[in-house]
């Protein structure tokens, strides 16, 4: 019985390997990165023939080759994936360039109007201090 079991959840493992290994056929850089590293950590377990179930185990040199295979290049990918998707890019800079365009101007125009305020106050100020200065003091003589 425990044997049962034991090959039961070898061949449901061999079963889950089979399913990324489907996902993988989807040319999905990450399912193939995944496949790999499901293969490295399982790398002994033997090979269940899907239709028959029939369990075969796998040679050493084999179970190197899978312990030792590199993942995928992920920069090249994100390359591929730059030139699928560079017009979408292009109009995401346009408008991040315009809304900074306007920010710009827009706080231009906040510090134009800020000077304006400012020097209009300081006027007023000194208008106020020259009044002050030149009426005439009434003290108690």
Request: net charge negative; proline share 4%.
């Amino acid at each position: 019985m425990a044997l049962a079991q034991g090959r039961c959840r070898s061949q449901l493992g061999n079963f889950a390997a089979e399913a990324v290994e489907d996902r993988s056929r989807r040319n999905l850089p990450e399912d193939k990165n995944a496949t790999i590293e499901w293969e490295r950590e399982h790398a002994d377990e033997p090979y269940v023939h899907f239709i028959s179930g029939r369990l075969t185990p796998r040679d050493s040199a084999e179970i190197e080759s899978r312990k030792n295979k590199p993942l995928l290049d992920t920069e090249a990918d994100s390359t591929k994936l730059l030139f699928r998707h560079i017009e979408e890019y292009e109009r995401i800079e346009k408008l991040l360039t315009s809304a900074e365009l306007r920010r710009d101007r827009i706080l231009r125009e906040i510090e134009l109007r800020r000077d304006h305020i400012g020097r209009r106050l300081r006027a007023a100020s000194d208008e106020i201090l020259d009044a002050q200065v030149k009426a005439p003091r009434i003290a108690a003589e």
